[in-house]
C-alpha cells in the first residue's frame, strides 16, 4: 500500500493523496514509498498491474490496461558466442506504443486521474510522449507535448493520432522543455512526477521474477533520464525488503553515446551529479538528455551496486544493431543496441567476465527508427546538431 512520497535527496516526506511534482523544500524528484509488510505475491494478470501491491494507484481499473508489461526475457546466443558472453535481452519492443515508456505512462497516466488531473504537459525524445499522449487519450485527458524536430517521425505520428497538441522545436528536449512551460497544465516531465518510475520499475520486477526469483550478475541500461535504471534499482530494494531475493544486488550499467555523456563524465570524475553536456547530438535520440534531473540518483544506484557507466559511438552502435538483426534477427532501437555496444567493450576491458549473466534491456522496436545507413525516414525533419 502506498503511504507517502519522500525526496530522493532530503528526504522530506509529502501527502500522497495530493498532486505533487517535486520536493517542496529542494526541488528535488519524489519517490513513491509502500508499507511492505502488507505486500502480497504477485497475482495471474499477465501485464505489470500482477505487482499492484507496489505501484500507486489506489483502485486499477481492469478495462484501463492495454496490455503493459510482462515482456519476455530472449537468449542471444550468436551474440553472446561472438562477444564470449553470456547475454539475455529483456524485450520491450512488444509493449503497447512499442516502447517501454507505455509501462510509465499506464501508471503515472493513471495515478494522475486518480487525483483529478485534467490534463499533462511534457518535453520528449520521442517515445514517451508518445506513450503519455495515446494512455492520456485513453483516460480522457488532455495532452500538450513537445519534441525536438530530429525526433523519430512515427512517435510524431503517434501524438498526432491521440489527439494531443503536438509542438515541434529545433535542438534538444531541454529546448522542448522551454516549448511548454507555458503550458498550464500538469507537468509530467521525466522525474517531475512521482510515478513514471512506478511503473518502470516493474522491468526490475519482471526480470527477477522470470529468471526464477533470481537476479542477474549485471544489469545494462541505456540511460537518458534514466528513470528505468532507477526504477530497476529501487524494485530490487524493495524485493530485498520483501525477503523475495537476497545476496548481492546486480552490477547497473548506465551506457550513454559518446556524443551525450553527461552520467558517464560524472562517474569517471567521482562527482556526485552531473554537468550539463553542451551540444549534445546522438542517433540514439532516447538518450540524448544532456543534464538528467535524477542524475544524483542514477550515481548513486551505480556506485551502490559495484557498476560502471560507460559511453559508446553511434558508428558502434549501428554496427551492434546491424550485427543483432543478422545474427538473432532482432531488430533493436538504437538504445538497445548501444546495451551491446557496452557488453563488448566491458568484455574488452574485462570488467565482464565471460561466466557473468548479462541481462540487457532493448527498450523499444527497432522499426520506429531509421537507420543511419538508409538517411531519414520519408518527410523526417534532418538532424540538427546544436
Not at 485534467?118 to 483516460?139: Q, S
Request: charged share 25%; proline share 7%.
Amino acid at each position: 500500500m502506498l503511504t507517502h512520497l519522500e525526496c530522493a535527496r532530503c528526504g522530506l516526506s509529502h501527502d500522497a493523496d495530493t498532486v505533487q511534482n517535486l520536493c517542496h523544500e529542494c526541488a528535488s524528484p519524489l519517490l513513491a514509498r509502500y508499507d511492505l509488510t502488507r505486500v502480497g505475491r504477485p497475482t495471474s494478470e499477465n501485464s505489470l498491474w500482477r505487482y499492484r501491491d507496489v505501484l500507486p494507484v489506489r483502485d486499477p481499473d481492469p478495462a484501463f490496461s492495454l496490455g503493459e508489461g510482462m515482456t519476455p526475457i530472449v537468449p542471444l546466443p550468436a551474440l553472446s558466442r561472438a562477444l564470449d558472453a553470456k547475454i539475455l535481452m529483456k524485450d520491450e519492443s512488444l509493449i503497447p506504443t512499442g516502447s517501454f515508456k507505455a509501462r510509465g505512462a499506464a501508471v503515472g497516466v493513471a495515478r494522475a486521474k486518480e487525483l483529478g488531473v485534467e490534463g499533462i504537459k511534457m518535453p520528449t525524445n520521442g517515445n514517451a510522449g508518445a506513450a503519455w499522449a495515446l494512455y492520456a487519450a485513453r483516460a480522457g485527458l488532455r495532452s500538450v507535448i513537445a519534441m525536438p524536430d530530429d525526433a523519430p517521425l512515427i512517435t510524431r505520428e503517434e501524438v498526432e493520432a491521440s489527439g494531443a497538441e503536438l509542438r515541434i522545436v529545433p535542438g534538444t528536449i531541454a529546448d522542448a522543455a522551454k516549448a511548454v512551460a507555458d503550458v498550464a497544465l500538469f507537468d509530467a516531465s521525466t522525474l517531475r512526477e512521482p510515478y513514471r518510475i512506478e511503473g518502470k520499475k516493474t522491468m526490475g520486477y519482471e526480470i527477477v521474477e522470470q529468471l526464477g526469483w533470481r537476479v542477474p550478475d549485471v544489469i545494462v541500461y541505456p540511460t537518458g533520464g534514466g528513470v528505468g535504471l532507477i526504477g530497476i534499482h529501487k524494485a530490487l530494494h524493495e524485493m530485498r525488503e520483501l525477503g523475495w531475493i537476497t545476496g548481492p544486488m546486480p552490477r547497473l550499467v548506465a551506457v550513454q553515446s559518446t556524443g551525450c555523456a553527461p552520467i558517464v563524465r560524472a562517474f569517471d570524475e567521482g562527482a556526485a551529479e552531473s554537468a550539463f553536456w553542451e551540444d549534445a547530438y546522438t542517433d540514439a535520440f532516447g538518450i540524448n538528455v544532456p543534464k538528467p534531473l535524477g542524475d544524483f540518483i542514477i550515481l548513486r544506484a551505480i556506485r551502490e551496486t559495484g557498476g560502471t557507466a560507460l559511453a559508446v559511438d553511434d558508428e558502434r552502435i549501428e554496427a551492434d544493431r546491424a550485427e543483432c538483426a543478422r545474427l538473432e534477427g532482432v531488430f533493436l532501437c538504437p538504445e538497445g543496441a548501444a546495451t551491446i555496444s557496452a557488453v563488448r567493450a566491458l568484455r574488452a576491458n574485462g570488467w565482464l567476465a565471460a561466466d557473468d549473466e548479462v541481462v540487457v534491456l532493448n527498450t523499444g522496436a527497432g522499426i520506429k527508427y531509421p537507420s543511419v545507413n538508409r538517411g531519414p525516414a520519408p518527410e523526417a525533419a534532418p538532424h540538427r546538431r546544436n
